[in-house]
């Protein structure tokens, strides 16, 4: 007699693979998530062996927070953000059009892009330690400058607010234009070399090629991009904190949200820490939300506001 095949239940097979993960994240990701946003209803903090609370204050620490420097802050983090991915992205677009445009036979491709993607491999940390060292008053750019004569006295970069902020976004911008090129070569390298064809042969020049095809084709990688950007620039702490020692400096024009909640994590006061942990997620949420809804295109031939306008004139017909 010949023996029945086992039916292999390949769905519990794949089940039993991703329970580590959920376990995992269970464990390490959703229940402190949950514990965060309850902590921010109760004064709690610790002063040396002092322990107060847990005590449920309601809305008072989200309250106390409208009311500090949160929202000086959340300029400045924006302001160092916006700095640092403007040029990354003009940056990353150029040279991912250029690098995949086929009339421009570029030797040593693979090359170009292992050098510009060196720089994200860096850590945050060794990056501002390279800086603050290379820019302080006694660094090696001060010093060949003054070797050359175009300075009499150095500079103090890391004393005025714009040296400080431009060091910041110029970090952040070399830390992460390399990934961002390479995801943008990727996306503009799976658009279809026959619509590149047809353009050219309607007469498309190189800009209309690029705001009428390549933009609209890379959307969603696009999308992509900006949404975790904005993350990350929500999230930015290494650098600023590393640059100015903690401080922020000059005036707190560098303190960044991640360093306020760092500063409220330090002195051990955990509720008004959740408090702005809970901030912080609701903006990334409403940021990340209003970037999708722009560039997610549900009506890329236009035949969903056609009919939308076809209907309301045929109601204005009706009723007159």
């Not at 940056?91 to 292992?114: E, N, P, S, Y």
């Not at 060949?144 to 110029?170: H, Q």
């Not at 952040?172 to 064809?197: C, D, K, R």
Request: aromatic share 14%; charged share 15%.
């Amino acid at each position: 007699m010949k023996k029945k095949k086992k039916n292999i239940d390949y769905g519990k097979w794949g089940l039993l693979f991703i329970l580590p993960f959920f376990i995992a994240y269970l464990i390490f990701s959703l229940i402190p998530l949950i514990d965060t946003v309850r902590y921010s209803f109760f004064e709690y903090y610790r002063s040396g062996i002092k322990v107060v609370g847990p005590n449920f204050v309601g809305m008072k620490n989200y309250i106390s927070l409208l009311k500090s420097d949160m929202f000086l802050y959340g300029k400045n983090t924006l302001i160092l953000w916006l700095i640092g991915f403007v040029p990354q992205i003009v940056v990353a677009l150029v040279l991912a059009c250029w690098f995949t445009d086929l009339r421009m036979k570029i030797h040593g491709k693979q090359f170009f892009k292992v050098v510009i993607y060196l720089p994200n491999l860096i850590m945050a940390s060794a990056f501002a330690l390279l800086f603050f060292t290379m820019f302080s008053t006694n660094g090696p750019v001060n010093s060949i400058l003054l070797s050359l004569g175009v300075l009499k006295a150095p500079i103090d970069f890391l004393g005025s607010v714009l040296g400080t902020r431009g060091l910041i976004g110029f970090m952040n911008f070399m830390m992460w234009f390399g990934n961002t090129t390479i995801m943008l070569m990727a996306a503009v390298m799976g658009v279809s070399v026959e619509v590149y064809e047809a353009a050219d042969l309607d007469g498309c020049n190189g800009i209309q090629r690029f705001f009428y095809i390549t933009l609209p084709m890379i959307r969603p990688i696009l999308a992509y991009t900006l949404i975790t950007s904005i993350i990350g620039g929500l999230q930015m702490f290494d650098v600023p904190q590393i640059l100015t020692n903690g401080q922020g400096n000059p005036d707190r024009t560098s303190m960044t949200l991640i360093m306020f909640l760092n500063s409220h994590l330090k002195s051990k006061n955990y509720g008004m820490a959740g408090a702005l942990s809970v901030y912080l997620f609701i903006i990334s949420g409403i940021l990340c939300f209003f970037v999708y809804r722009m560039t997610n295109d549900n009506d890329p031939d236009g035949s969903k506001k056609a009919a939308k306008k076809r209907a309301k004139e045929e109601r204005r017909r009706a009723r007159s």
